[in-house]
């Protein structure tokens, strides 16, 4: 009698265990649903926070993603620290642009953007990141599947891994971390709000009506023009200030360091007295970085940003494209006097 109920307990148990391992998704069902996903969808609207902790202080950015199908993207950046210095990312059937609508400036891109580097905020990059990555981790705990993976930045070696989080009832990404070489995360997006299929505006992806919405045309104050800020990186690829000029103009201020050392750079500044009421994209054969302070255009030989009223450009014929992002995003918090 023992021995004929030590078999049925073994049976029952083990057809136990069948249907919960039948329970549990597999790292590649979980792919194929979030392939099924993007496949089947018209678009998405995504609200997120971005923290960087890629200078002395952690940036903080509101953003707001809109994706349609057929290669559409708007992704709206603002920092509650710079509130007329919203910038977009906006992909539409005339090419790629980033756009500072406060200041009426815009940059058109010869890019590939965004298939061309891993971009935390968006789901089909998640998603591309996860596919690509042979060796990449899978977790599933009660409320999440968790990915981990390596990522596909171009010009910065220093993080090279990401974790994602995905919901695991409606398969869309809640949270990611991007890790650096010691896996201290060093970017991190917490999404909000997630709408699949949503409705969209008829001008959601147009230039114009996305520069037209914070424009500001009037002339800088005297007050802005008498405090005009001048900041010096903080990291220098060992060169040190050897000169300041300034320079006054009829329409605003520039300021020219130069550094030298063993790698040589000029970091220009300027700011003009009045936005113009009217500009044509500047043409850019390069790339978008995200440099923490702001999202910058990165060439061969140079970058240029803006960031609270104030145009940027790093130059040098020395320094590589990944120490003109680093250059570049430590130019904050320090005045030279």
């Known amino acids: 009698m023992k021995k004929k109920f030590s078999i049925w307990f073994l049976v029952v148990l083990g057809f136990m265990l069948i249907l919960a391992a039948c329970g549990e998704k597999s790292q590649e069902n979980v792919v194929a649903k979030l ?19 890629t200078g ?72 591309s990141d996860i596919k690509d990555d042979a060796e990449a981790t899978f ?13 596909n930045y171009q010009n910065n070696n220093n993080l090279p891994s990401q974790e994602i989080y995905f919901d695991k009832k409606s398969y869309t ?26 409705t969209f505006a008829q001008d959601d992806f147009k230039m114009e009506e996305n520069m037209a919405g914070d424009l500001v045309d009037s002339p800088v104050s005297s007050q802005q023009e008498e405090t005009f800020p001048v900041f010096f990186p ?3 690829a060992g060169a040190s200030l050897a000169d300041k000029e300034e320079v006054t103009y009829e329409n605003g201020r520039r300021v020219i360091m130069t550094f ?19 500009a044509t994209p500047k043409e850019v054969n390069g790339e978008i970085v995200n440099l923490g302070i702001a999202i910058g255009a990165l060439s061969d030989n ?24 680093e250059v570049a995003g430590s130019v904050q918090g320090k005045e030279v006097k």
Do not use: C
């Open 260 to 278: 030298e050392g063993e790698k040589n750079f000029t970091l220009v500044q300027e700011m003009e007295n009045e936005v113009p009421a009217t």
């Open 56 to 127: 002395p202080e952690t940036q903080s950015y509101d953003i707001n993603i809109l994706h349609q199908k057929d290669d559409l993207y708007r992704v709206t950046l603002t920092s509650g620290d710079d509130e007329k210095g919203n910038q977009v990312i906006l992909k539409n059937e005339d090419g790629v642009f980033v756009l500072t609508p406060a200041l009426n400036k815009s940059f058109k891109f010869q890019t590939d953007w965004p298939e061309n580097s891993s971009q935390p905020y968006l789901f089909q990059s998640l998603v």
């Open 302 to 325: 140079g970058i240029s940003w803006s960031k609270d009223g104030i145009d940027y450009f790093l130059a040098s014929d020395s320094l590589t494209r990944e120490e003109l992002i």
């Open 234 to 236: 903080l990291e220098t």
């Open 139 to 151: 977790e599933a705990t009660d409320t999440h599947f968790v990915f981990k993976t390596k990522t």
């Open 173 to 198: 990404p809640t949270h990611v971390k991007v890790l650096d070489q010691d896996e201290e995360a060093i970017v991190e997006v917490q999404f909000d709000q997630f709408e699949m299929n949503p």
């Open 35 to 53: 392939d099924d996903k993007l496949t089947e969808m018209d678009g998405y609207k995504a609200k997120a926070e971005m923290k960087m902790s």
